[in-house]
């Protein structure tokens, strides 16, 4: 909230420097984000008066006036306004001024004349929104004194918490000074002029469902004129942050800010008639199929849970969000209907972001409003409407429920309260602290119950004779229901500053090992190696939910959750591109890779570790996974060689990365078929098996398809992967097993095979463990190739195999036996060719 010191000053005493107030103010939980200086940059300007108003020589839309400021002599300035006369003083810029935004005054020519300046108008120096005519000052106002010394003002940018609805409003912040500075607040009078006229002859109000609208105040005033607002007011208002539109429009958003209190007006005459001829306003639900031509001139389809301010003839308003351009006072207005009402605020917030119309009243709104200012706002906007566009007010006013409640009580224990803070204030400083802040205290009657927990599960202690106050909480604070929110109000005004520090006694708990230690340990060692961590939104498209929906069979890692349910949509999105909860990762990376491509960075790769999610039935699921993808070009290992191309090698690499972390079995790839997401024939399924034999790592790696390479403009070859890791929904990395290196020298030889296309390398690999007996170690995957000799739907296999036999020296004979048998064995269940 914008906070003029200006303005502020009408209403408590404030003697301390903006930044000294900012401060006091941030550490009562009012945080000052910024401090305005207006008019700090209207250098060189300065009060002038009006000596002689000329038509110019040469233009005949111009003027030639001369200015006196007081100093030198008079100025011949050359103006295009109309409204200035003789006598009157104006703001003028002296050549070498600058005013708002950098715009520098200089001498110039104009038409034949010289220009010795600028007359402004109120628009150019931000202070009014008049940008026709020149700003006419009072008539005292001091002649050659600096506009900045005038009209400059402090404004603070205060940022209200939700809680403290009632801050958002000039009232409400000097409550907040006047506790800082013990001064009293000086609340603005409110005294309604009414005419002869009962409003019960001009306007009715029915209200179809109290529980959205508890009350509604309306006030009629008939022959108002409409015309802009006296100067200082707008000046006020655009200090606020509010631009000004009219007398009628400005008297409503003025009481809002001043009060805290959304009014709305409309003209009296876009309201149909009852019978008796008066106008006839209902607060109901939108019906079916109804719409509505909003302020902002956007024709809106309405919502059947959208609350409406309408007549017989249908919608006049969204209730609390914005009013219809049908019903807005314009300058034919006449009679002028005025709307105070107390709506649901979370049927006012949901409204909101339903149409993206959020406005200072919504906001207002939203955090609740005080039960009393329904009436006051709507006197108050017909004590500025009638002094600002007159008119006559007509008797009463139209008060759905005008019994207002009663101040609560709660009750608490000032020992309980020190104890809580960990001070010890006593009873009567205690009581002194929140008298500053309006809250009235007197002894409790006995035996008092002392709530201690609110909203839906209440709790309450009881307390004995002369242990509990009783707090008498005013009606704008409806953040203070329990004993330890008054507590917490005690520790804010008095000054969090005030409590004293202290260590803690208690012994503090024993060491946990950490969750994420798995999910950390792949991140450091994947960007390690050379791979970038994203992290995307959990809100996605509709298109890119069903574009990157996985259809193979998901068989989770050990202690990780399986991907399954329907998507979950959001009821009310902020956009199309944040509309339903994804299921996989791939769809994130994808738009990660095709924003880069946009901005020229052609090779990347990204991985990200994130959640999917579902629902089955009522109930919602949600899942972990890694997910990588790689395009462009890289580095080759060696400095001599070329550069190459992703390929599906490199998501091989990225995922055996992982799998040495966990401590798990080198990665099995097997081709995996009819996955709409992979490139048909370039893609696998991917296992990887722990030291206590569960699962580790499962998922797909492969190419992307290109249908949704095209639809997503990525023009180079995508490589992806996805995969379910044991531990990273929360776990810890395996023991690290300390094993002694061997005394004897392994032995290695290689063994390359020719298989048919359609063995799997996997089925290779597995098939020489199987085989190698104990004597093998290890068997790893070196190199393939294609090309003559062989067939054309062949490829030949290099494996390098390990043996040793712990501290004993194998034989030549030994190794040979071992490498012949699992010669037998491929030739025999793969059909494999052993070449020499």
Same mark, same amino acid.
């Given at each position: 909230?914008?906070?003029?010191?200006?303005?502020?000053?009408?209403?408590?005493?404030?003697?301390?420097?903006?930044?000294?107030?900012?401060?006091?103010?941030?550490?009562?939980?009012?945080?000052?984000?910024?401090?305005?200086?207006?008019?700090?940059?209207?250098?060189?300007?300065?009060?002038?008066?009006?000596?002689?108003?000329?038509?110019?020589?040469?233009?005949?839309?111009?003027?030639?006036?001369?200015?006196?400021?007081?100093?030198?002599?008079?100025?011949?300035?050359?103006?295009?306004?109309?409204?200035?006369?003789?006598?009157?003083?104006?703001?003028?810029?002296?050549?070498?001024?600058?005013?708002?935004?950098?715009?520098?005054?200089?001498?110039?020519?104009?038409?034949?004349?010289?220009?010795?300046?600028?007359?402004?108008?109120?628009?150019?120096?931000?202070?009014?929104?008049?940008?026709?005519?020149?700003?006419?000052?009072?008539?005292?106002?001091?002649?050659?004194?600096?506009?900045?010394?005038?009209?400059?003002?402090?404004?603070?940018?205060?940022?209200?918490?939700?809680?403290?609805?009632?801050?958002?409003?000039?009232?409400?912040?000097?409550?907040?000074?006047?506790?800082?500075?013990?001064?009293?607040?000086?609340?603005?009078?409110?005294?309604?002029?009414?005419?002869?006229?009962?409003?019960?002859?001009?306007?009715?109000?029915?209200?179809?469902?109290?529980?959205?609208?508890?009350?509604?105040?309306?006030?009629?005033?008939?022959?108002?004129?409409?015309?802009?607002?006296?100067?200082?007011?707008?000046?006020?208002?655009?200090?606020?942050?509010?631009?000004?539109?009219?007398?009628?429009?400005?008297?409503?958003?003025?009481?809002?800010?001043?009060?805290?209190?959304?009014?709305?007006?409309?003209?009296?005459?876009?309201?149909?008639?009852?019978?008796?001829?008066?106008?006839?306003?209902?607060?109901?639900?939108?019906?079916?199929?109804?719409?509505?031509?909003?302020?902002?001139?956007?024709?809106?389809?309405?919502?059947?849970?959208?609350?409406?301010?309408?007549?017989?003839?249908?919608?006049?308003?969204?209730?609390?969000?914005?009013?219809?351009?049908?019903?807005?006072?314009?300058?034919?207005?006449?009679?002028?209907?005025?709307?105070?009402?107390?709506?649901?605020?979370?049927?006012?917030?949901?409204?909101?972001?339903?149409?993206?119309?959020?406005?200072?009243?919504?906001?207002?709104?939203?955090?609740?409003?005080?039960?009393?200012?329904?009436?006051?706002?709507?006197?108050?906007?017909?004590?500025?409407?009638?002094?600002?566009?007159?008119?006559?007010?007509?008797?009463?006013?139209?008060?759905?429920?005008?019994?207002?409640?009663?101040?609560?009580?709660?009750?608490?224990?000032?020992?309980?309260?020190?104890?809580?803070?960990?001070?010890?204030?006593?009873?009567?400083?205690?009581?002194?602290?929140?008298?500053?802040?309006?809250?009235?205290?007197?002894?409790?009657?006995?035996?008092?119950?002392?709530?201690?927990?609110?909203?839906?599960?209440?709790?309450?202690?009881?307390?004995?004779?002369?242990?509990?106050?009783?707090?008498?909480?005013?009606?704008?604070?409806?953040?203070?229901?329990?004993?330890?929110?008054?507590?917490?109000?005690?520790?804010?005004?008095?000054?969090?500053?005030?409590?004293?520090?202290?260590?803690?006694?208690?012994?503090?708990?024993?060491?946990?090992?950490?969750?994420?230690?798995?999910?950390?340990?792949?991140?450091?060692?994947?960007?390690?190696?050379?791979?970038?961590?994203?992290?995307?939104?959990?809100?996605?498209?509709?298109?890119?939910?069903?574009?990157?929906?996985?259809?193979?069979?998901?068989?989770?890692?050990?202690?990780?959750?399986?991907?399954?349910?329907?998507?979950?949509?959001?009821?009310?999105?902020?956009?199309?591109?944040?509309?339903?909860?994804?299921?996989?990762?791939?769809?994130?990376?994808?738009?990660?890779?095709?924003?880069?491509?946009?901005?020229?960075?052609?090779?990347?790769?990204?991985?990200?570790?994130?959640?999917?999610?579902?629902?089955?039935?009522?109930?919602?699921?949600?899942?972990?996974?890694?997910?990588?993808?790689?395009?462009?070009?890289?580095?080759?290992?060696?400095?001599?060689?070329?550069?190459?191309?992703?390929? =599906?090698? *490199? &998501?091989? @690499?990225? +995922?055996?990365?992982? %799998? #040495?972390?966990? !401590?798990?079995?080198?990665?099995?790839?097997?081709?995996?078929?009819?996955?709409?997401?992979?490139?048909?024939?370039?893609?696998?399924?991917?296992?990887?098996?722990?030291?206590?034999?569960?699962?580790?790592?499962?998922?797909?790696?492969?190419?992307?398809?290109?249908?949704?390479?095209?639809?997503?403009?990525?023009?180079?070859?995508?490589?992806?992967?996805?995969?379910?890791?044991?531990?990273?929904?929360?776990?810890?990395?395996?023991?690290?097993?300390?094993?002694?290196?061997?005394?004897?020298?392994?032995?290695?030889?290689?063994?390359?095979?020719?298989?048919?296309?359609?063995?799997?390398?996997?089925?290779?690999?597995?098939? =020489?463990? *199987? &085989?190698? @007996?104990? +004597?093998?170690?290890? %068997? #790893?995957?070196? !190199?393939?190739?294609?090309?003559?000799?062989?067939?054309?739907?062949?490829?030949?296999?290099?494996?390098?195999?390990?043996?040793?036999?712990?501290?004993?020296?194998?034989?030549?004979?030994?190794?040979?036996?071992?490498?012949?048998?699992?010669?037998?064995?491929?030739?025999?269940?793969?059909?494999?060719?052993?070449?020499?």
């Amino acid at each position: 909230m914008r906070v003029p010191l200006s303005w502020l000053r009408e209403l408590v005493d404030v003697e301390l420097a903006p930044e000294e107030l900012a401060a006091r103010l941030t550490m009562l939980g009012m945080e000052v984000k910024g401090i305005e200086r207006r008019g700090s940059d209207w250098a060189n300007v300065v009060v002038g008066e009006l000596l002689a108003v000329e038509k110019h020589p040469r233009a005949d839309r111009l003027l030639l006036a001369r200015v006196t400021t007081g100093a030198g002599g008079p100025l011949e300035i050359v103006c295009g306004a109309t409204n200035i006369a003789v006598g009157q003083r104006v703001p003028v810029a002296l050549p070498g001024a600058v005013l708002a935004g950098g715009k520098r005054i200089e001498r110039t020519e104009k038409m034949g004349v010289v220009s010795n300046g600028m007359l402004c108008s109120g628009d150019e120096l931000g202070l009014t929104a008049d940008a026709d005519g020149i700003l006419i000052l009072a008539p005292d106002t001091p002649l050659g004194a600096k506009l900045a010394d005038l009209y400059g003002d402090v404004v603070l940018d205060v940022d209200v918490k939700p809680n403290r609805g009632d801050a958002l409003s000039m009232v409400g912040i000097a409550r907040e000074v006047a506790a800082v500075t013990r001064d009293a607040v000086r609340v603005p009078v409110i005294e309604v002029g009414e005419g002869s006229v009962p409003v019960a002859d001009r306007l009715t109000v029915a209200v179809g469902d109290e529980r959205l609208c508890p009350r509604f105040v309306g006030r009629w005033i008939e022959g108002v004129e409409v015309r802009p607002s006296p100067d200082r007011i707008q000046m006020r208002l655009l200090a606020a942050g509010i631009r000004p539109v009219s007398n009628v429009v400005d008297a409503s958003n003025y009481v809002m800010v001043e009060l805290g209190k959304p009014i709305h007006t409309f003209d009296g005459a876009a309201v149909a008639r009852d019978g008796a001829g008066r106008a006839a306003l209902q607060v109901r639900l939108a019906g079916a199929g109804e719409r509505l031509a909003t302020l902002d001139h956007v024709d809106r389809a309405l919502d059947q849970e959208v609350l409406l301010i309408a007549d017989a003839s249908g919608p006049l308003a969204i209730a609390g969000v914005m009013g219809g351009a049908a019903s807005e006072v314009s300058d034919t207005t006449r009679d002028v209907i005025v709307e105070s009402a107390i709506f649901d605020p979370v049927s006012i917030r949901r409204t909101a972001f339903r149409y993206a119309l959020r406005s200072e009243a919504s906001l207002r709104f939203e955090k609740g409003q005080e039960f009393r200012l329904a009436r006051l706002g709507a006197d108050r906007a017909a004590q500025l409407i009638l002094e600002w566009a007159g008119g006559s007010v007509a008797r009463g006013v139209v008060d759905t429920h005008p019994q207002e409640p009663a101040p609560g009580r709660v009750a608490f224990r000032p020992a309980r309260v020190d104890r809580l803070l960990g001070t010890s204030f006593g009873t009567d400083a205690q009581r002194e602290v929140l008298g500053r802040v309006g809250i009235a205290t007197e002894p409790a009657a006995g035996e008092t119950d002392v709530p201690v927990a609110a909203a839906a599960a209440p709790e309450s202690v009881r307390a004995g004779a002369g242990e509990a106050l009783i707090a008498i909480v005013p009606t704008w604070r409806r953040d203070l229901e329990i004993e330890a929110d008054i507590a917490e109000e005690v520790a804010r005004v008095q000054g969090y500053e005030e409590v004293p520090p202290r260590l803690p006694t208690s012994l503090m708990p024993g060491w946990r090992p950490t969750p994420l230690a798995a999910r950390d340990a792949i991140r450091e060692a994947l960007v390690g190696g050379g791979i970038t961590e994203a992290v995307t939104y959990a809100l996605v498209s509709a298109r890119l939910l069903e574009a990157f929906r996985w259809s193979f069979e998901d068989q989770p890692a050990a202690g990780e959750a399986r991907r399954e349910g329907d998507p979950i949509t959001v009821t009310n999105p902020l956009s199309l591109e944040h509309v339903v909860l994804r299921q996989s990762l791939v769809g994130s990376l994808a738009q990660v890779l095709d924003s880069n491509a946009r901005h020229a960075q052609n090779d990347v790769a990204v991985f990200e570790i994130g959640k999917g999610y579902g629902r089955v039935g009522d109930e919602a699921r949600e899942w972990w996974r890694l997910g990588l993808a790689l395009t462009g070009s890289f580095d080759a290992v060696g400095w001599n060689r070329p550069r190459r191309d992703a390929d =599906i090698d *490199d &998501a091989k @690499g990225a +995922l055996e990365l992982v %799998a #040495t972390v966990l !401590g798990a079995t080198a990665p099995e790839y097997w081709p995996l078929a009819n996955e709409p997401i992979i490139h048909p024939g370039r893609g696998a399924t991917v296992t990887s098996i722990a030291r206590d034999g569960r699962l580790a790592i499962s998922g797909v790696a492969g190419e992307l398809h290109p249908r949704l390479a095209e639809a997503w403009d990525l023009r180079r070859r995508v490589i992806v992967a996805e995969v379910s890791v044991a531990g990273l929904s929360g776990g810890s990395l395996p023991v690290v097993e300390s094993v002694p290196p061997p005394h004897v020298q392994p032995i290695e030889r290689d063994l390359t095979v020719d298989v048919d296309d359609t063995v799997p390398a996997a089925a290779i690999g597995s098939a =020489i463990r *199987d &085989a190698g @007996g104990p +004597l093998l170690e290890q %068997a #790893t995957l070196v !190199g393939t190739y294609r090309g003559k000799p062989l067939g054309p739907d062949e490829r030949s296999l290099t494996y390098r195999l390990r043996f040793g036999a712990g501290d004993r020296a194998l034989g030549e004979a030994e190794v040979d036996a071992a490498l012949a048998t699992v010669a037998g064995a491929l030739a025999h269940h793969r059909g494999a060719r052993i070449r020499s």
